[in-house]
Structure formats: structure tokens, C-alpha cells
């Protein structure tokens, strides 16, 4: 993980908050190219799941709820953490956490020998189960207490406890509490989808591997409204179409898998969940999730509100709660699953290597979702080439987001939009000034085709689909 925190500081995708300060650990800041990249994403997601269904609509619901949302949702009760604390340090852990690594142990039975105890096991000298601090190996744990991962805050100047409410540790509830209103409004019919994209906050007892587990986050999530009975057979609709929309980010299939929750796993509104999992440098986990709601959280929010959730079958004249499918992605841990996939190690050889030295870090990004699209390089600063060079800058920034990079060798010059996943490598060079005619370097292949100026937006356009 560290070469990919380090790439993406150094070339401006991402950075610790606060840095200045020493950071926080817990939050972190999408630089300029982090912030395209996440868009674009975001984007591919608002298309496909919106624009291109006849079945969904988009909502962007507020961050701060009525606080009886939070106890309707079963969020107040039940969304909490088993943690322990080290007596000596006062380190925090999430108790299933400490259990999944493993620990070093001075060994009684062995006259104080030192072993590295694997995860979730014994000691297999003395059979002593861990109950030592991970981070000071003294202290002694505490029996896990629950804790409560929703953000408190005060609504109005008044700090009391009439005023407190949370800020949302899920997109959902919004869509929950606006059902009726986007279903009059939008004169929808069962089943259809209701989905957003925005900011959640969880008080997370232990974040961190980078942008993997964070304090602040965004979800992309959908909530699929169906007649009671068809839930099974949109649950697995769902399944497929997610796996679907994350192969096609361009994410290698070898490196994803489901993972089924079992009764201990799951949710409190969820009667059954599929997570889909990539194999990060830190392991196996989870980075969207389909969950079978049933009718949980319209029920409860008509219980708790008062206020009718439920809908008219018009052709049977029927009256019921629909049920619900959900898929709910993290739009910052996607964006950590694409740069994890992308990001490659290689050796090069010939003009390249002789260019730039024979290794390179490359991101190799689907263009689609790369922050750039391509680079414009004029070959020499003289000679008409950065007149040249500055006229298709401006030309191509137009269609496409497109950088202008004059600074250095033309070998170094390439090797930092590898790092960008830059698709495109244009080079004004001598032949340029005579033709008008540009080559455009391949960042996976390498290759170089001549293509005449005038011809280049067309020539991205083709290159750049899908
Ligand atoms: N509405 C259902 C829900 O929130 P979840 O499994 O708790 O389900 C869904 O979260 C997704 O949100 C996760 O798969 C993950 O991508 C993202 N997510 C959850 N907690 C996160 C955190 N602390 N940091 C970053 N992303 C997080």
C-alpha cells in the first residue's frame, strides 16, 4: 500500500487532511487529479444507474435528518461496534479486529520464549488466547463494551439534548423517508429505484489502509422498490448487474469475489447480504454491498412518523409496503479498487528505456475513468514547436480534460502521465512544424502513431469510448 499512498501524494490524487497539522488519519483530501478520477467514477455510476434505466430516478437528500430517523432506522440501537480498550495505553480496538491478527507472545510455559501467535488462535504452548494490547503488547484488554458509530451533533445554538441529531452514517435513510414523495411526484410504478450519491459518517474505531476505512466517506447507493414475493428474484438480478458494472470499470475478474454474510454478519435491517470483495494489498474486503432490506425501514418510518409508506397496486388494488433491494457502494473504496488494479510495476526496453531508464510505474486506468486524458508535449521549447504544441492544448481541452507539460526530458515527461494514467502522450516534435502532423504514444502499449493535427479530436474520441 505504501507505493500507492506515495504515488498518489506525488502525483496529486490524494492527501492526508490536514497534513500541515500531522493529518488525521481518519479523513483524507482528493487532490486534482484524485477528484477527476473520483468523478468519474461517480459519474459512470450516475449513467449507467440512471440515465440508462427506464426504472430509476436520482435524489440527493440532506446530510443532517430529523433525529427520530435514527431511531426509526434502528441506527440508535443497533448500529454500534463491539470495542476494547488497553488498560495501559488506552489504545482503542475493534474487538473482531484484534482477533483477526496475530500477536506476540512471551510464552510462560516456554520460560518466557517470544512467538508471533497466528490470528484467532491459542498459544499452542500455553493455550492462552490474546488478551494483550496490540499496539503497547502490556496492557491489558477490556471485555468489548458497544459502541455507538453514528457522529452526534446539535441542531441550532442550543447545545441540549432536545437538539441533538447525527449526521447520516448512510445515504439510505434519505431515500427511505422521500419514498412517497418521489413516488407522487414521479408517478412511478413498482418496481423502480430510487438512487443517490453523497457524503456518510461513521466514528470508526479503527480506520485506516488509506482511503479503505475513513471517518468521512461517500456512498453511491440505490434502493430497488418491489412487490413482496419478487425480492429474491431482484436480489439476484441485482447481484449480477453490480458484478457487471465493476468489470466493466475495467477491474481484472480474478481479483473479485462475493462473500455472503453470515447470521452473525449481517445488518440489523438485512435479511440477507452479498458482499462484493477485492483482493487489496491488505487483503480480501468488501467494497459494495447488496442487501435484501425487506420492508424494515418503510415499516418503521410508518410506524415511527405516522405517515402512510405504502403503495397502490393499481392493478390489483392492492395496498402494501414494498420490499427492498439495495446496493450500496462506497464511491471512495471503488476508487481505491480501480487505483489498486491499475497500478503496475514494469520493465521497458528500447527507445523507451533509453528515454526514461527501463522501469516505469504505470496506472493503467480504463481511459474512460483516467483524470487525463491526455498530455501535450512540445518536443523542444523553440523552434515554433510550443506555439504548435500550445494551439492543440487548446483545441483538445475543449473535448477532453487534457494537460500541457513542457518541463524536462520528453522520457521523464512520459513517465509522470504513466503514474497519471494519462491514455495519451502527444508530442510536438520537428516533423511537426513541417506536416503538422503529431505522434501519440500508447501509455499500455507504448506504440506511436503519426496523426495528422487537425485529426486529433476525432482520432481521442474514437479511442476514448466505452
Ligand atoms: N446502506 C447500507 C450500508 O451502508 P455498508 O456495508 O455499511 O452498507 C456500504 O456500507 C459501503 O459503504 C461499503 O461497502 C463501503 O464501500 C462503504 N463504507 C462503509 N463504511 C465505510 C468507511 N468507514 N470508509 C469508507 N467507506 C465505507
Redesign the pocket.
Known sequence: MDVLVSLCKRRGFIFQSSEIYGGTGAAWDYGPLGVELKNNIKRAWWRDNIHLRPDMVGLDASILMHPQVWKASGHLDHFTDPMVDCKACQHRFRADKVEEQSWIHYCPATKGNKFEVPAGEPCKHCNVRRSLCPDCGKGELTTPRQFNLMFKTFMGPVEEDAAVTYLR????QGIFVNFDNVLQSMRLKLPFGIAQIGK?F?N?IT?GNF?????E???M?MQFFVKPGTENEWFETWRAERMKWVEGLGIRSEKLRWHQHGKDEL?H?AAD?Y?IQYEFPFGWQ????I?NRTDFDLTNHQKHAGKKLDYLDPKTNERFIPYVV?T???????TLVVLCDAYREEQVRGEEAAEGGDQRVVLKLKPSLAPLKAAVFPLVNKDGMPELAHRIHDDLRRHFNVFYDDGGSIGRRYRRQDEAGTPYGITIDGQSTQDQTVTVRDRDTLKQDRVAAGKLVEYLTQKLAG
Do not use: C, K, V
Open positions: 452514517p448512510e445515504t439510505a456518510a461513521r470508526e480506520p482511503i479503505f476505512r475513513t471517518r466517506f461517500e456512498q447507493e445488518a435491517y447480504a458482499d468488501e467494497f459494495e454491498g442487501h439495495e450500496s457502494a462506497g464511491a471512495d473504496r471503488t
